[in-house]
């Protein structure tokens, strides 16, 4: 098979659909058909309808990878969006709030994409449940904000989290201690594709099981699904029955995607009279996200480009902080009266990202995914609003968790905010080594969490360790050699200083 694999490819680098590329296509396409027909016999009845939509979407997407060519954007037409295009927040949030915000935020769903795991972090289950302040998880956090909305605006916003299958069944066992929490839980599960093979272009798995030999052929497709598996899941059309109007999307891991009434109002009450289908949160570019995706305008719309789309020859332009100002934080809000007219006609276009992994045993895989913000372009009259850096405070790595744990950050009601101690309002740079990678390893380096007050960078590699009460001002580098070890004494007042070799404080 993977001869055609490379015939297909170098019929595809030439110009022009030839006749000979056509039947490679489709004698592809027609054993992806059969095998994926294979794995539908092996689900059990209860699962059988549900997997059929799965592999179903997953053909659709297959054929589209297929018919695509080189890099999905064409660079020429990329222009800057217009002025008008992307809002300063100071001007949405200078338009006030109405009195009836009671029943504009009754509109509102918030939704958490709660697909991914803890294992980059060096945790088992899904990274919702990691702790991240006080004993707070992220999904603690995201409850304790949505019940202070209800219960100061007397009102019934609820909570939805796609799931994937991965963090499914964990997921659904925590819940049951929020149930007397003022928040209504609702779940759906993302698709669950097969990763094909990158040499055949075939399915890797034989079955619809995703334990055993299958554990790792199957994969969620990116938070892009979202559209299709909440309209699928029936849930949608639920809460577009209960008078809901807007969804507010984000990463649970952003602990800054809180829901912000000023955007929401501009929403429901738009200005101009003409309603708006989708509100993409942007924000200023800093060095440290020159890899995120910007907002251009493209035909004539708004699009998402990602660096992935991006041709070899313009990547650093695409990085340049001077031409692509700002970066999409995945904060968005979506009408879901719009989801359902564009899921119903199959109009939701959304670039395909290619993947590619390696599993365990050494086999190279593909995996095809989409986003979520890519869809921006398929709704009418889009915006985006330049929001504060502060909207937008993801915790990826034990580096962000020290920020989000440390006195930078004062936590009311489920919300963080920069504490007014700082005198300046960028967040510090920091980069702890792989010896704090997983979470245990990290929370075993650190007696107490530092003062990080007026930290501006703080670097530290290797066997390093914090004891009570350390203070972290200005610039701070520490470096254990391979073999020492460096014991930051308790109490210690670090500022602007390297340490570095071997240091240890020992009692006498």
């Known amino acids: 098979m993977s001869r055609y694999v490379q015939d297909l490819s170098k019929a595809m680098s030439q110009d022009g659909a030839s006749q000979f590329q056509e039947v490679i296509r489709q004698e592809l396409e027609l054993s992806v058909k059969k095998e994926l027909e294979k794995i539908l016999t092996t689900a059990p009845s209860h699962e059988f309808e549900h997997t059929k939509k799965d592999l179903d979407g997953f053909r659709k997407l297959f054929h589209r990878f297929l018919q695509e060519k ?24 200078a338009r006030g709030l109405p009195d009836n915000i009671s029943s504009v935020l009754n509109k509102l769903v918030v939704v958490k994409l709660n697909g991914g795991l803890g294992t ?33 605006y007397n009102t019934d916003v609820p909570l939805v989290l796609m799931n994937s299958f991965n963090t499914d069944e964990d997921t659904k066992k925590i819940l049951q201690k929020y149930n007397h929490c003022r928040v209504k839980i609702y779940t759906f599960n993302q698709s669950r594709y097969p990763r094909i093979n990158k ?43 209960e008078g809901k109007e807007y969804i507010f999307v984000s990463n649970i891991d952003n602990l800054g995607a809180t829901v912000d009434l000023y955007i929401l109002n501009h929403l429901m009450n738009p200005p101009n009279g003409k309603p708006c289908e989708f ?21 004539g719309k708004l699009r998402l480009v990602e660096i992935a789309q991006v041709p070899r020859a313009h990547v650093d332009e ?21 989801v359902k007219r564009l899921q119903e006609q199959n109009a939701i276009d959304m670039e395909i990202i290619v993947n590619p992994k390696t599993l ?37 790595t034990t580096s962000d968790l020290l920020l989000v744990m440390s006195n930078l950050y004062s936590l009311n009601a489920g919300s963080l905010t920069m504490s007014e ?34 930290l501006d960078h703080l670097t530290v590699s290797g066997d390093v360790t914090f004891g009570k009460n350390v203070s972290l001002k200005g610039t701070v580098i520490i470096i254990a050699n391979h073999g020492d070890r460096i014991d930051i004494p308790p109490g210690a007042v670090l500022e602007n200083k390297i340490v570095s070799g071997n240091l240890r404080i020992l009692d006498h």
Request: glycine letters at 8%; a neutral charge; aromatic letters at 10%.
């Open 70 to 93: 080189g890099p999905s954007v064409d660079w020429g037409k990329i222009q800057r969006p217009p002025e008008d295009s992307i809002q300063p927040y100071e001007k949405i949030k």
């Open 279 to 299: 509100v993409m949160e942007v924000t200023n570019k800093t060095r440290a996200d020159v890899k995120g995706g910007t907002l251009t305008q493209y035909e």
């Open 199 to 241: 040499e055949s272009l075939l399915p890797v798995a034989k079955d619809v099981s995703y334990s055993g030999e299958n554990t790792e052929a199957w994969y969620p497709p990116g938070h892009g699904d979202i559209y299709a598996s909440f309209y699928n899941s029936g849930l949608l059309d639920t809460l577009i029955g």
């Open 120 to 152: 980059s972090m060096g945790c088992k289950g899904p990274k919702s449940l990691i702790g991240v302040r006080n004993e707070n998880t992220f999904l603690d956090l995201t409850v304790q904000q949505i019940e202070h909305l209800n219960k100061t």
């Open 360 to 396: 365990d045993g050494g086999l190279n895989v593909i995996q095809l995914e989409t986003a979520v913000g890519a869809a921006i372009k398929s709704f009418e009259n889009s915006l985006g609003i330049n929001v504060p850096r502060s909207r937008f405070l993801p915790v990826k």
């Open 318 to 338: 695409f990085k340049s902080v001077s031409k692509f100002k700002i970066f999409n934080t995945n904060n968005l809000w979506i009408s879901l009266a719009a």
């Open 421 to 454: 101690k700082r005198e300046f309002p960028t967040v510090p740079l920091v980069k702890l080594g792989s010896s704090f990678t997983k979470v245990q390893d990290y929370l075993r380096r650190f007696e107490s969490i530092p003062d990080m007050l007026e």
